[in-house]
Each structure stands twice: as C-alpha cells, then as structure tokens.
Nanobody
Framework: QQQLEESGGGSVQAGGSLNLSCVGSGRTFDYYPMGWFRQAPGKEREFVATIQWDGVQTRVAASVKGRFTISRPGGKGPLYLQMNSLNVEDSAVYYC???????????????????WGRGTEVTVSS
C-alpha cells in the first residue's frame, strides 16, 4: 500500500535543475529518517540520499555529491530533493521512502526502509 507520494519530476536538459517533493499519503511521518532512491531502466534501484529524523544530518551518494541536496526542515512535513547540474545518467524514476527509526543511521539499503512512494520520473536529455 502506497504511503508516500512524490512529485516534481519531469524532463530537463543536461545542466538543468529539478526539485522533487515527497509527502505522506493518509498519514504523516514526522521525525522519521527518510531517503531518496532511484531506478534507471534495466538497473537495480540505488540509494541517492538520506536524512536523519531531526532533519539536520544528511548523507548523499558519491555519484550525486555536490549536486543533490536532501532536506526536510525541522524533521517534519514534506521531504525534498534539490537536484542541480543534472546529467543524462541521472535519468530514472525517483522514489522517497521512510526509514526504520530503530536502525542506526545512516541507512542506505532498501531493506532498511519500510514505506515507499510510487515514484516520479526524471528524464535528462543531452
């Protein structure tokens, strides 16, 4: 059952920016660790970024470091992923997820997340 809803995906040229959002569907997930993952066609879903329950500590994958920023002001409300300097390799379906709050953060594996959205598609053209 979908518990999160992503938005903000779309088509953009290389070098452009997008800001993804994620909100709870039917319930809120305030003060939970959360994350973003992505899955490109023919590839496995991969970790992109995670944020701690307090909205302060963050970690991003090496492939997006310096270009992507995860945020969730105050650890509550919408989750965001600001994506800058996009390149063709960033094209994928992006998913937000709620992390298991009983695990030691940072959490970067799919199995460490317990609720997911259906994803929003990002297409970057050259």
């Amino acid at each position: 059952q979908q518990q999160l809803e992503e938005s903000g995906g779309g088509s953009v040229q290389a070098g452009g920016s997008l800001n993804l959002s994620c909100v709870g569907s039917g319930r809120t997930f305030d003060y939970y660790p959360m994350g973003w993952f992505r899955q490109a066609p023919g590839k496995e879903r991969e970790f992109v970024a995670t944020i701690q329950w307090d909205g302060v500590q963050t970690r991003v994958a090496a492939s997006v470091k310096g270009r992507f920023t995860i945020s969730r002001p105050g650890g509550k409300g919408p989750l965001y992923l600001q994506m800058n300097s996009l390149n063709v390799e960033d094209s994928a379906v992006y998913y937000c997820a709620v992390g298991n709050q009983f695990l030691q953060w940072p959490i970067e594996m799919e199995s460490q997340y317990k609720a997911w959205g259906r994803g929003t598609e990002v297409t970057v053209s050259s």
